[in-house]
């Protein structure tokens, strides 16, 4: 079992940055493939980025070169840095947490970018 909990939601103006950091427990961290999904209202979950347990990284189209996933063994936590934010981004970001093809999630943050 994993327990995900995610912090560093907010509202953000459009062309800022904002950090969403991910704290896990109750298990290896190290062994789990992480990530970052998000969810926009009236729309399907769909994946923003993800970090594998060896450190290979993975983007969505929509948010390469502004979002930056990354992770921290030592503290259980992973990390989304997100630059050039744009108002399409606003959703609720989840963290996710995987091996062997189980799923863990935390209770996601809302993220909201507007002026």
């Given amino acids: 079992q994993v ?8 509202l953000v103006q ?3 940055s904002l950090r969403l950091s991910c704290a896990a427990s109750g298990s290896i961290f190290s062994a789990y ?5 998000r969810q926009a209202p009236g729309k399907q979950r769909e994946l923003v980025a993800t970090i594998s347990n060896n450190g290979r990284l993975n983007y969505a189209d929509s948010v ?10 030592a503290k259980n936590t992973v990390y989304l ?3 050039r934010v744009k ?11 995987e091996r062997y093809d189980i799923r863990f ?10 002026s």
């Fill in 3 to 10: 327990q995900l909990v995610e912090s560093g939601g907010g």
């Fill in 14 to 16: 459009p062309g800022g």
């Fill in 33 to 37: 493939n992480m990530g970052w999904y």
């Fill in 64 to 73: 390469k070169d502004r979002f930056t996933i990354s992770r921290d063994n």
């Fill in 81 to 83: 840095q997100m630059n």
């Fill in 87 to 97: 108002p399409e981004d606003t959703a609720v970001y989840y963290c996710n947490a």
């Fill in 105 to 114: 999630w935390g209770q996601g943050t809302q993220v909201t970018v507007s």
